[in-house]
T-cell receptor, first 117, second 115 residues
Framework: AQKVTQAQTEISVVEKEDVTLDCVYE???????LFWYKQPPSGELVFLIR??????QNEISGRYSWNFQKSTSSFNFTITASQVVDSAVYFC??????????????FGKGTLLTVNP | KAGVTQTPRYLIKTRGQQVTLSCSPI?????VSWYQQTPGQGLQFLFE???????NKGNFPGRFSGRQFSNSRSEMNVSTLELGDSALYLC??????????????FGAGSRLTVL
């Protein structure tokens, strides 16, 4: 079975602070994919990044960066110099055969990030 | 290009009724997935269709069903509604690759309230 844990239910920061959202996963697969999605108040989940299990290189995209560490089964997401528009619920997700199918995502419970002006 | 379109966006039903939700995927996407989102259970997988065939089903009772048409549009149906079915139902489309690498593009959801 697969599991994704986002231990931080809610985080509140002041604009321009850096913030890291934690994601820990469990899987028996050797090949799997990890994702981060953002859900703003409008409700639509927006894709941010996909990482496969064989690529542990960290990635940076503007103010966003991701740290993937297989040794600790973690895929953490950092927002640098946060902005009010970053306020949303962020979900970490996992796909792989041990989850029952390659065709579905197992989501964490999400972290509500509030960035205050 | 147009995104994933879900209709209706909001609906209110009473217990015992049934509901049908519709999803139009991104052009060229042959896979459509459905997820239920509730405050208590979070995002849970309902089912996935590819070329009119259900490839995977989540752990939901038989009251939840779906189908996909030849143009890749999909519908899901919930019969004999219960209060606990109140949720945001999200549809997502993708290319449907076998590898698990699929990036899902989500619609804005259909918010169902059961009274």
């Amino acid at each position: 079975a697969q599991k994704v844990t986002q231990a931080q239910t809610e985080i509140s920061v002041v604009e321009k602070e850096d913030v890291t959202l934690d994601c820990v996963y469990e899987t028996r697969d050797t090949t799997y994919y990890l994702f981060w999605y953002k859900q703003p108040p409008s409700g639509e989940l927006v894709f941010l990044i996909r990482r496969n299990s064989f690529d542990e290189q960290n990635e940076i995209s503007g103010r966003y960066s991701w740290n993937f560490q297989k040794s600790t089964s973690s895929f953490n997401f950092t927002i640098t110099a946060s902005q009010v528009v970053d306020s949303a619920v962020y979900f970490c997700a996992l796909s792989g055969l041990s989850g029952g199918s390659n065709y579905k995502l197992t989501f964490g419970k999400g972290t509500l990030l509030t960035v205050n002006p | 290009k147009a995104g994933v379109t879900q209709t209706p966006r909001y609906l209110i039903k009473t217990r015992g009724q049934q509901v049908t939700l519709s999803c139009s995927p991104i052009s060229g996407h042959r896979s459509v997935s459905w997820y239920q989102q509730t405050p208590g259970q979070g995002l849970q997988f309902l089912f996935e269709y590819f070329s009119e065939t259900q490839r995977n089903k989540g752990n939901f009772p038989g009251r939840f069903s779906g189908r996909q048409f030849s143009n890749s549009r999909s519908e899901m149906n919930v019969s004999t509604l219960e209060l606990g079915d109140s949720a945001l139902y999200l549809c997502a489309s993708s290319l449907g690759q076998r590898t698990g690498a699929n990036v899902l593009t989500f619609g804005a959801g259909s918010r169902l309230t059961v009274l």
